[in-house]
């Protein structure tokens, strides 16, 4: 005899992966109606480029998440990483080794978490709180308080320039999109990262490394924290010391917003992105708008909810 | 002879329309103490959460010194005299004694809330002396051994001026000395007129302290004996009841090489120089009660934990397995006894389940081959005529029966020599219990070594060729196929023919 599939289980599914594009639509066309600007060419690059950031830092956070965890210090390793690059430009050091040297750094410093989280058992949220703190102070002491300025053209290409009229930040976006994407859907590493989510144990019992896993996985998360940060000096051309303060809670709510579950073991990294376009689809419009930006906080809150809400009415 | 304290008459009881309790009777003297016994899933707890007012009965009476009663909730139970010590204590670890003992009815002065220490201090000190026991009222509850935490909440039920007192396997987790103060305690009780139910699988301690000795299988009720009147034999031939019918396939062939082999595995506190061997085409059956370390065992030898001591040897050579992914590569495969906990990941596919453990051999280069993945996946729900709608399906909304198909199946693509598998047929249904047992044996027929460990008995005797008994972390018996029954694995099991070291 067959068993009958559970029909309302694939409906949840199909409204987990449509909820948010719906979303999304459904506030593009609204903001596209109230401003003429909006849907212009250049606004649509402008929207990516600013999101490119937020996206970044997601797309790690969504393989933290989906192991069951949550990675509060990509803000700290955004400055950090960004402040160790500047100072070595500053310091006349090439362009790409200045880079280089970021992005290790951040990779290091994520997979610190990983090892605090698994070797030490400490809570992710404990775990990366403390280690956001650590992080944020070592800027400081970095960079004195003060902001680092330096002047390269090379490394400003990063953030600021174009490739056949494409922002490049929205290139590292798509780019970074495209390869995780293929990590999740087709390479082992990406099954493990679900296996772990859904059931550690079981996953563990399969064979599965499940520390050295989770220890890949923040430092992944801290890998596009420093891309993220690189971008947002070059930017800049300067790195800040209170860089990327908040921008955990961007990320996060991007994740969530795409119908990943804090549960971990549920959830897709197209559906960050969208998340994150929701995000910034709504900056921009509310700015448009010349909505106060006290006010563009309480909507943005109130959308976080109201997609969260939606969701748990369907699984119910 | 003195009036009951308790008498419970035809209880009745069902689960979502399965019977689990039938027609049970059980009664209390006053300082008296009952053991009720059965076999796992008997209807023990089941009947003392009635009496302790956790389940609503569906029929029958409950009195209580001769008057009807209606023990609707917790609170009501307490409040007719009745206290549960059970094996996970309810205490709060960081507060003191005292604190716990008079948890929600502190000493205040009127009703200020402002707390009396001293009279608390003088109050848990008598209680404490009453059982005989010196624990200073003041120290963390945290700080006491298990055995003196138990102290602490028998003296709580007392305060609450308990007079049945139910014992849920008391000596689970102590030491032979506190198994010794815990017995003068229960007597001076005994002496103090309080009742008490004695839950517990362990013989000696039954024949040791108890009075009379109630058992019930299946959810009826077997029969009642004073402890002089009876022995070990008869007890057990009541608790494993029926004659078994050949349900078991099982047509056992000459077994070929060592498959597996295992010497002195220890691992402190759960198992103690556990050693056997497994030769291809064998099925050895692991018997023993909850606890007596079968499933650690398995754990030790597939690198789920790490052993203090021993070896374990694969087809003759020996092996480091350090975690289960070694055990994969030297062919062992573990069906864990838990689906849901231990051996599926519920909101991933059929698919994805079924691959898990063999995305090794699916992949190159990390990057996993759809269409290989696939068509193993495809394989497994044939062989074992998983049934699903499709390999898509979460494996959350299958069956139990499908479930644990599923979870063999993906340890069988793994090809393995040694299959272990723990309470491999545990919640499901007859049907898919017996296409269990078929693959069972073909498995074994292809060449498969397998150790099979349930806790049901008919199902270790009709499945094995070979049954080791453990016992508190030992091996305590081996028996061939013709040899074994269950009397003597129950025997085995519940710590053989050791002589009762208690008064």
């Known amino acids: 005899m067959q068993t009958p599939l559970n029909p309302s289980a694939t409906r949840v599914g199909l409204a987990q992966k449509l909820g948010p594009l719906l979303g999304l639509g459904i506030i593009v066309v609204v903001l596209s109606i109230i401003s003429r600007d909006f849907l212009s060419f250049t606004n649509i690059f402008n929207v990516l480029r600013q999101i490119s950031i937020n996206a970044l830092l997601a797309f790690g956070m969504t393989f933290v998440i989906l192991t069951g965890g949550i990675d509060l210090s990509v803000g700290s390793i955004l400055a950090l990483s960004g402040a160790f690059s500047a100072g070595m430009l500053a310091g006349g050091m090439d362009p790409f080794l200045a880079v280089l040297t970021g992005v290790a750094a951040g990779t290091l410093m994520g997979a610190a978490n990983g090892v605090l989280v698994t070797k030490g058992k400490v809570a992710p949220f404990i775990a990366t709180l403390a280690t956001m703190t650590v992080y944020r102070g070592l800027t400081l002491v970095y960079t004195e308080g003060r902001p680092i300025a330096f002047n390269n053209d090379v490394f400003a290409m990063l953030g600021k320039g174009y490739f056949l009229e494409i922002p490049i930040p929205v290139l590292w976006m798509l780019g970074s999109f495209l390869i995780l994407y293929f990590v999740l859907k087709n390479m082992t590493f990406g099954r493990h990262v679900y296996a772990i989510g859904g059931n550690e144990e079981a996953a563990m019992l399969s064979g599965i490394r499940t520390h050295r896993v989770k220890i890949g996985v923040y430092a992944i998360s801290g890998f596009f924290s420093s891309l993220a940060g690189i971008i947002l000096t070059s930017r800049l051309s300067s790195a800040q010391p209170t860089a990327g303060t908040t921008y955990e809670l961007d990320a996060i709510a991007a994740v969530v917003l795409g119908g990943t579950s804090l549960a971990g073991g549920r959830g897709w990294i197209t559906g960050t992105l969208i998340g994150a376009m929701i995000i910034g689809v709504l900056d921009n419009g509310l700015n448009l708008m010349n909505v106060s930006s006290f006010y563009q906080q309480v909507v943005k809150g109130g959308v976080i909810l109201l997609a969260v809400l939606l969701d748990r009415s369907q699984k119910s | 002879m003195t009036a009951p304290l308790l008498e419970m008459e035809g209880i009745q009881k069902e689960f979502s329309g399965v019977r689990v309790l039938s027609d049970v009777r059980f009664s209390l003297r006053p300082g008296e103490v009952h053991a009720l016994m059965g076999e796992n899933g008997a209807g023990k707890s089941t009947l003392m959460k009635i009496l302790g007012g956790v389940y609503e009965k569906d029929g029958g009476t409950v009195r209580i010194h001769g008057e009807e009663r209606e023990i609707a909730n917790p609170r009501r139970a307490g409040s007719l005299g009745i206290a549960m010590i059970h094996q996970e204590l309810n205490l709060i670890p960081h507060l003191t004694v005292m604190e716990n003992l008079f948890l929600g009815r502190e000493f205040v002065y009127g009703r200020s809330g402002w707390i009396r220490w001293e009279r608390m201090r003088k109050e848990s000190r008598n209680w404490l002396e009453r059982l005989g026991v010196d624990i200073d009222p003041s120290r963390k509850v945290g700080e006491l051994s298990v055995g003196q935490q138990q102290m602490v909440e028998i003296a709580r039920a007392l305060s609450l001026e308990a007079k049945i007192l139910v014992l849920d396997e008391p000596t689970a987790a102590l030491t032979n000395r506190e198994i010794d103060s815990l017995f003068e305690v229960i007597r001076s009780l005994r002496k103090q007129g309080v009742g008490m139910v004695y839950i517990s699988h362990r013989m000696e301690e039954i024949f040791g302290i108890c009075d009379r000795i109630t058992v019930l299988r299946d959810g009826e009720y077997v029969g009642t004996r004073s402890v002089e009147e009876t022995d070990m034999d008869e007890l057990v031939r009541m608790m494993v009841g029926r004659e078994v019918q050949n349900r078991y396939p099982r047509q056992p062939v000459a077994p070929g090489e060592e498959r597996l082999r295992v010497e002195g595995l220890t691992r402190r506190g759960e198992v103690e120089d556990i050693s056997f061997s497994i030769r291809a085409g064998e099925i050895v059956g692991l018997a023993g009660l909850m606890g007596a370390g079968r499933t650690e065992t398995a754990r030790l030898i597939f690198g789920a934990r790490q052993p203090d001591r021993g070896s374990v040897w694969v087809s003759g050579a020996k092996v480091r397995i350090r975690r289960p992914e070694d055990a994969i590569r030297h062919g062992i495969a573990f069906v864990t006894e838990n689906r849901k906990d231990e051996g599926l990941v519920l909101p991933l596919s059929v698919r994805e389940n079924l691959s898990l453990p063999n995305l090794?051999?699916?992949?190159?280069?990390?990057?996993?081959?759809?269409?290989?993945?696939?068509?193993?996946?495809?394989?497994?729900?044939?062989?074992?005529?998983?049934?699903?709608?499709?390999?898509?399906?979460?494996?959350?909304?299958?069956?139990?029966?499908?479930?644990?198909?599923?979870?063999?199946?993906?340890?069988?693509?793994?090809?393995?020599?040694?299959?272990?598998?723990?309470?491999?047929?545990?919640?499901?249904?007859?049907?898919?219990?017996?296409?269990?047992?078929?693959?069972?044996?073909?498995?074994?027929?292809?060449?498969?070594?397998?150790?099979?460990?349930?806790?049901?008995?008919?199902?270790?005797?009709?499945?094995?060729?070979?049954?080791?008994?453990?016992?508190?972390?030992?091996?305590?018996?081996?028996?061939?196929?013709?040899?074994?029954?269950?009397?003597?694995?129950?025997?085995?099991?519940?710590?053989?023919?050791?002589?009762?070291?208690?008064?």
């Open chain 2, 360 to 503: 090794a051999a699916l992949s190159s280069k990390g990057i996993i081959r759809g269409r290989k993945e696939e068509s193993l996946a495809r394989q497994q729900v044939e062989r074992l005529s998983v049934k699903s709608a499709g390999l898509e399906q979460e494996v959350k909304t299958l069956s139990g029966g499908n479930q644990q198909k599923v979870v063999i199946g993906k340890w069988l693509a793994t090809s393995p020599q040694v299959l272990i598998l723990d309470e491999p047929t545990r919640g499901v249904d007859i049907g898919a219990k017996e296409e269990i047992y078929r693959l069972m044996d073909r498995l074994a027929r292809e060449g498969m070594a397998i150790l099979l460990i349930s806790s049901d008995l008919p199902e270790v005797l009709g499945m094995s060729d070979r049954v080791l008994v453990m016992h508190e972390g030992r091996l305590n018996g081996e028996f061939t196929r013709e040899e074994a029954t269950q009397e003597k694995v129950m025997t085995a099991a519940s710590g053989g023919e050791v002589t009762c070291r208690l008064p």
